[in-house]
């Protein structure tokens, strides 16, 4: 974790990593990783995580200092980081089964990205061979199959009813009521099982392998309604998911997450052709863009990107340009883009967490309170969303709103957030009444 001066604004890494007043900088779920194959011991994890959360409690437990609160250094995570690729075509018409189009190592990175320590008893490498493997032998999309697996996971960090140890990745028999649901002996089994349930929607040809999806038969006998017949993602929708209204498009908006091309030499060279042979083409230049975002080309990214919204404005197209903006410290610029792609697309969720952050450094709390609200009723499990929250309560003086934000990460988005600890902490040291002695 870094500390940064106490001026007005500090920008301090190329992808828009910023710093308002006394906050300092911690990473978010889009900060870069670790290297690959980072493995964690679920059952070890999961009992460090409920150590952390319960030395917080759920109320001051005595009275707080407010001057020390004042002068506080707060802690907030990254800004989302990634850029997003246009949709390609009508998310309603987006195949269960079907070829993955992205590689194993893009789905490795994009993993690492958002979560650098799965909890996972395997590396992030074989989870996501797994998938490859059991979901290519049956026909489904392996790598949207993967992202509904980070949905339903937190991106493997869990948090509700299904632990870790479970190997259970889509909360299998998991109904609510501290029901934990089903319980398989390895990782590749839990994947084989998800998968398997998957085509008991889709299909109402067997799977290739033993069935080990625990609910597999029930399905056939008592929904007729669904076996066989949910088709596309989006089919999912209050099936799978309940009452799971987006449910279907957060899944292809991690998916469209997963496939941004790198900043490769051949990755640009080949977005260039793509270029020559459209040049009218606005999906064309987001691509290359994309990839000159990421090979450092910051200014020639922004041009791209000017060129596609003059073919054709996008909520992609003006999301992922506020990012070079915020590379570039023009945040002016970067405040004008969310703002148009959230005009274009409001169920963009990495919109309203990026223009958040930017109110927070612009001491406009209230707003940044209402789009931090916007971005967890799209993601109710973005913990760093709350932690926004709980900064704009601290900043306003609203100290027991903050304390119940940053209980809130810790004890029921269970989330072993790095900032809402590092607050946690801040807080306590602020308890003048009820400490021992």
Request: net charge negative.
């Amino acid at each position: 974790m870094k500390t940064f001066a106490k001026t007005a604004l500090v920008s301090a890494s190329a992808v828009g990593f910023l710093c308002l007043g006394c906050f300092f900088a911690s990473p978010n779920a889009d900060a870069p990783a670790s290297a690959p194959g980072a493995t964690c011991n679920a059952r070890a994890h999961d009992k460090k995580e409920k150590e952390k959360s319960v030395e917080f409690p759920p109320a001051p437990p005595g009275a707080l200092d407010k001057a020390k609160l004042e002068a506080a250094a707060w802690t907030m995570g990254a800004p989302y980081s990634t850029p997003v690729l246009p949709k390609g075509g009508d998310l309603e018409d987006v195949t269960i089964f079907g070829r993955a189009e992205a590689t194993e190592k893009q789905m490795v990175d994009f993993i690492l990205r958002r979560n650098p320590a799965p909890s996972i008893s395997c590396t992030v490498e074989e989870i996501v061979g797994y998938y490859y493997e059991e979901a290519g032998r049956e026909g489904i999309r392996a790598d949207i199959a993967l992202c509904q697996a980070c949905k339903e996971t937190g991106f493997f960090k869990y948090g509700g009813d299904v632990t870790a140890d479970q190997n259970n990745y889509c909360g299998l028999g998991a109904t609510g009521n501290h029901e934990p649901g089903a319980r398989f002996e390895t990782p590749q089994l839990g994947v084989r099982a998800h998968i398997q349930h998957l085509m008991v929607y889709t299909t109402t040809r067997r799977p290739e392998t033993e069935i080990v999806d625990p609910r597999y038969e029930l399905v056939i006998e008592k929904r007729p309604d669904i076996h066989g017949i949910v088709k596309m993602w989006t089919g999912l929708n209050g099936k799978w998911a309940v009452p799971g209204t987006y449910y279907g498009q957060d899944i292809l908006n991690l998916w469209r997450q997963a496939k941004v091309p790198d900043g490769s030499p051949t990755s640009i060279l080949n977005a260039s052709e793509a270029v020559r042979r459209a040049p009218d083409d606005p999906n064309a230049y987001i691509r290359r863009a994309v990839a000159r975002f990421y090979a450092g080309e910051t200014e020639r990214a922004i041009l791209d990107y000017d060129k596609a919204i003059e073919l054709a404005p996008s909520a992609e197209a003006y999301y992922d340009r506020a990012l070079c903006y915020e590379a570039l410290h023009d945040l002016a610029k970067a405040e004008a883009d969310y703002t148009a792609a959230i005009d274009i697309d409001p169920m963009l969720p990495q919109t309203w967490y990026n223009r958040g952050q930017l109110y927070l450094l612009a001491d406009r709390w209230q707003s940044a309170i209402a789009d931090f609200e916007r971005e967890l009723a799209l993601d109710p499990q973005m913990a760093d969303a709350r932690v926004g929250i709980g900064l704009a309560h601290a900043k306003l003086g609203d100290y027991g709103a903050a304390w119940q934000d940053f209980y809130t990460v810790t004890n029921e988005i269970h989330d072993n957030n790095e900032a809402a600890l590092a607050n946690q902490k801040i807080l306590m040291d602020a308890v003048v009444k009820g400490k021992k002695k």
